[in-house]
């Protein structure tokens, strides 16, 4: 008893196109990662940026309450001729600690607004993976079933992936809200 199976399709032009799809699919999402890798390598380095920015601002704010106790312990226990010398180095050092602080806090923050910035663009090439790779998955399903309705589905995922990753590289300021929350 021999079966006979046969490999070829019913219709061709449907596998034709699933594998367009597929291959147009793949070779966005390969650039896509590429250039998100880039993007989460300049998150990281503005998030350390920041991070370094406040801890020296704690830093130069812990500094300043140190040496405005030290000088108000000395002016209040010291001869204030004696004092004097070093109630000016106390001085000199709360004037430049007070000056330092404005300028740590306002770097801090536009590091900190640099990768809010930057985040968007990173969610944008996230929803674009999940979607393009959503869309192949689908396009293989409809290679297998021998039927349009799931290419159509996968061109549609398709279509929002590849605008998402055209947003993500123009820079668009298009950010996928309800996405980003829902798996956020």
């Known amino acids: 008893m021999e079966v006979e199976l046969s490999a070829e399709a019913k219709d061709k032009r449907l596998n034709r196109f699933v594998a367009l799809t597929v291959v147009i699919l793949s070779v966005s999402t390969g650039l896509g990662n590429i250039k998100d890798g880039n993007i989460v390598q300049a998150m990281a380095q503005a998030q350390a940026d920041s991070l370094d920015r406040w801890n020296e601002y704690q830093a130069t704010r812990t500094k300043l309450h140190i040496v405005e106790t030290a000088r ?49 663009h990173d969610d944008q090439f996230d929803a674009a993976e999940a979607a393009l790779t959503t869309a192949i998955s689908i396009a293989a399903v409809a290679a297998l079933t021998e039927s349009w309705l799931p290419l159509i589905a996968a061109w549609v995922f398709g279509a929002f992936g590849l605008f998402m990753t055209l947003c993500g590289f123009a820079g668009w300021p298009f950010h996928p809200d309800v996405l980003s929350t829902l798996l956020g």
Do not use: G, M, Q, W
């Not at 312990?73 to 004092?83: C, F, G, I």
């Not at 070093?86 to 004037?95: M, P, V």
């Open 72 to 120: 108000a312990e000395l002016a209040a226990s010291a001869d204030p001729a004696r004092a004097a010398p070093a109630l000016a180095i106390f001085d000199a050092d709360t004037a430049k600690y007070k000056a330092e602080s404005p300028a740590l806090a306002r770097e801090a923050k536009e590091f900190s607004a640099r990768y809010d910035a930057i985040n968007v």
